[in-house]
Every structure is written in C-alpha cells, then in structure tokens.
C-alpha cells in the first residue's frame, strides 16, 4: 500500500523545511562564530603590529637626546641611519618629507592635526600597500613615522576568511544531511500512522492495527489513535448489535399487529363483521400491542441515546427516588414501599436517573407479589431497591443488564427485556457500577448501584 502523490509530496515538504530550518541555524550559529573569531584574529594581529611598531620607537642617547634624524634629508643613503631608516620618515613642518631613496613613502601624513604624542595610525604607500604608522614627534613641529606593512596581515585574514567560508558551508551542508536523515527517520511512524489512516478512512476498517511503538511522541499518537479506533469499533459494533436485536424483538410485536390488523380488514372487505365480542377482543389486543410497541420504541431512543447528550447538572438524589416512588406507587396496585433516603447528589441528567430509578421500582413491583413491600435505600454514594420476588439465580444474574434478556421465568411476562439495560447505560454514562447484590436473608432480589457523590463546590464554583 503506497502513499499518494499528494501525501509523498507533503512529507517530502515536511523533511525539507526541517532540513533547511537546521541548516539556517547552523549557518547562522557559524556565521557568528566566524565573524567573532575573524574580528579577534584582525584585532590580534593588529595588536602584534602595534607592537612591533611600539618597540622601534627612536630611544634617548646616553645624554637623554634623541637620535638625530637630519641626515634624512641631508643624506638619505647614509650607513650611520640604516638601523633607524628602514621604514622611517622624517616630516618637517613645511610638508617636506625625509626618507631613505629605497622607501616606498606614505603619500601624506596619517595624522588629524599637530602630532604632540606618540600615535598609532593606518596609512597607505605610494605603490597603494596599505601601512600601519608609528608617528612620534621630535620636536620643532618635526614627525617622524614608522611604518610597517599590512601585506601578511590581510594574506592572513584573507585565508582565514576562505577557510571560514569553506568549513561554513560544509557544515551546514553536513547539518543539513545529517537533519533530513534524522527527520526521514523520524517520520517512519508517522509515515505508517498516515498509511494506516488512509486505509482505514478507503475501507473503513477499524480493526486495521496501527505499527506504531515506542516511547516517544510518535509512539503516544499510535496508542492514542489505536485506542480511538478501537472505542469506535467498539461503537460501530454495538450499534449493529442494537439494530439487529431491535429488528429481533420488533418482527413479534409488528407481526401480530399486522396480523390483527389484517384479520380486521378481511372482515370488513368480505362484508362480514366479526362477532362483537371477537372484534372487541381484537381491538384489546391491538390497543395493548401498540402500548407495548410504543414503549419498545421508547426505550430503543433511551438505549441509543449518545452520552453527550446527557446534561451535566447538580442531581439531588433523593429527590429523584421521590418523584420515582411516586411515579411507580401510582401503578403498582396493592404494593407498598418502605424508602429510607438520606440527601445527597451527584452530577448528571435527572430525566435518565429518575428513568434508572423508575426502572428498577417497575421491576422489582413486577416480580414482587401483591401487597409485598418494596425496600428503598439509600446513603451518599449508594442506592439499593430490594424486591420479595423469587430472585434471580446466580448463573443468570451477569446477564441480566444485557439488551433483551429475559429469564425463562419472565418469558412469559409483559415487557421488552430493556429495562435492566437502560438502567446499566445510565450508571456508566454517569462514572458508576450496578449490580446484583445477594439480600441479607437471603430472599428476593436486591440492586444495588453505585454513583460518584458531587464533590464539595466552593461559594461561586461552578459545575460541570
């Protein structure tokens, strides 16, 4: 299974930036180690120069005089002056200058006003070399000037700078290698998460498995995209098995209804009503079929119904199993109900907890026998509602919140088989448990579920 173009073609994008992005960075980062070290070497040299220059400085004879510098201009190729004049000028006052005939001259005195100290000043020869000069005054406006060239200097900085040039180049073309290398290494998971949702979003297959390990940030996203194929196929999975087990449980009732209905409209075609009390009957039967239809229905929305739906407020549950005692009390004929409920509250949606409570009371009336009492209890944290009926045996009791489940006893019984499995959606959806829990004595049946108690809120604080 091959990426597309456009896909190939981001990635290659992708590694390409990063490959530039480091070897702008490493160019920058030698450009500035370059310049620095270029600008310390100039400056070293120049000082070695400066140096130099300092330590041909004309010194005091015996009797503190200077050396004379006369013979300059009297006798530029006098042997006496030769030590002193290699690089020597004398400049006088008038603008004259004085120096060996040999001497590649300064053009002009490389000084902003009268020399009154010793200064260090560049210059530059007749034949264009650039110099750097040592003016010293002697006395009577008179400078003398040693000069010394700057040739091995800037043939130094010159090759210095070259093989900066060359050692920045290769190594940001080694940076930028050794970072596409890197990022086309890197990117191998994220190269196979991509190819594995292309797969996934051409077949929609979510059991596909995602090859990709590791620690890292690449390995997170693997695991963080298998466990969200896994809950949506989880998802997909039991949406199919709702929909099968609705079309199931939806061909008896609509079977008998149209068979009803049928046997109505023959007889009425035919010109042959049915006997009163035949018709009457069937028309029972119909009224009855289409309650238990409409509460089926009912119950599939509730049993569908996305948990994001659910509202998120401040849940007092004992109110809720008042208005649910009330509700079942008022349906449950000669059953009575003995409610010890302590307040307490939860976040949630009342509508589903009041239909969790509802249930449970409609079932626990359903199997208890008349004139029974019906126990409910409850403490922060808990709720249980405890019937006198035959119980539930232990080898049936972890099906019993499945969809459509109905004991052998209970075959026979009104109802769908939804109720327990709307009561167990609820409690999950709300962070809960539910479970059948074995009476103290031994007799009926006993519920018990189980919910996060709200947590203290201080003055203000909102929920949520």
Not at 16 to 40: D, F, K, N, P
Not at 215 to 244: H, I, K, N, P, Y
Not at 269 to 298: C, N, W, Y
């Amino acid at each position: 299974m091959k990426p597309t173009g456009k896909a190939k073609e981001r990635r290659l994008l992708l590694r390409r930036r990063i490959a530039l992005t480091t070897g702008l960075i490493v160019a920058t980062a030698i450009l500035a180690v370059s310049a620095i070290a270029w600008l310390v070497t100039d400056d070293n040299l120049r000082g070695e120069v400066d140096q130099a220059l300092l330590t041909r400085l004309p010194q005091p004879g015996r009797r503190g005089q200077l050396p004379k510098f006369d013979g300059l201009c009297t006798n530029p190729d006098s042997q006496p002056l030769q030590r002193f004049t290699e690089g020597v000028e004398l400049f006088n006052p008038d603008g004259s200058v004085c120096a060996p005939s040999s001497l590649d001259k300064v053009v002009k005195l490389p000084a902003d006003g009268a020399v009154t100290a010793p200064a260090l000043r560049d210059g530059v020869t007749v034949s264009g070399v650039k110099v750097r000069v040592l003016l010293y005054p002697i006395g009577n406006g008179r400078v003398v000037a040693v000069s010394r060239p700057l040739t091995d200097i800037d043939n130094a900085l010159n090759q210095l700078r070259n093989a900066l040039i060359v050692t920045a180049l290769l190594s940001v073309a080694l940076a930028g290698t050794v970072a596409l290398l890197l990022t086309r290494a890197a990117l191998v998971p994220v190269e196979r998460l991509t190819e594995t949702v292309e797969h996934i979003a051409r077949t929609e297959d979510l059991e596909t498995p995602v090859d990709v390990t590791g620690r890292d940030e690449a390995g997170r996203l693997g695991r963080a995209f298998t466990a969200m194929t896994a809950a949506l196929s989880d998802s997909r999975r039991r949406q199919r098995d709702l929909v099968a087990d609705a079309a199931h449980e939806l061909r008896t009732p609509l079977t008998s209804l149209r068979t009803n209905v049928e046997l109505l409209a023959r007889s009425e075609q035919r010109g042959r009503p049915l006997p009163d009390g035949h018709r009457a009957k069937i028309m029972a039967s119909l009224q009855s079929q289409t309650v238990e239809f409409s509460a089926l229905v009912e119950e599939l929305v509730m049993l569908a119904r996305d948990e994001r739906e659910l509202s998120r407020v401040e849940v007092d549950v004992d109110d809720v199993l008042a208005r649910a005692v009330r509700r079942a009390g008022s349906r449950a004929g000669g059953h009575r109900f003995d409610v010890e409920v302590a307040p307490w509250q939860v976040i949630g949606d009342p509508p589903s907890l009041e239909r969790l409570a509802l249930n449970l009371l409609d079932n626990a009336v359903k199997f208890s026998p008349s004139g029974s009492t019906i126990e409910v209890r409850s403490a922060p944290g808990w709720l249980t509602i405890r019937d006198q009926g035959p119980g539930i045996p232990a080898e049936h009791r972890e099906h019993v919140f499945d969809r459509f489940w109905r004991s052998p006893e209970a075959r026979g019984m009104p109802g769908s088989g939804l109720g327990l499995a709307i009561v167990a959606n609820t409690v999950t959806a709300h962070g809960g448990t539910v479970e059948i829990v074995e009476p103290p004595d031994g007799r009926g049946c006993c519920v018990r579920v189980e919910l996060p108690v709200r947590p203290a809120a201080r003055d203000g604080q909102e929920i949520g």
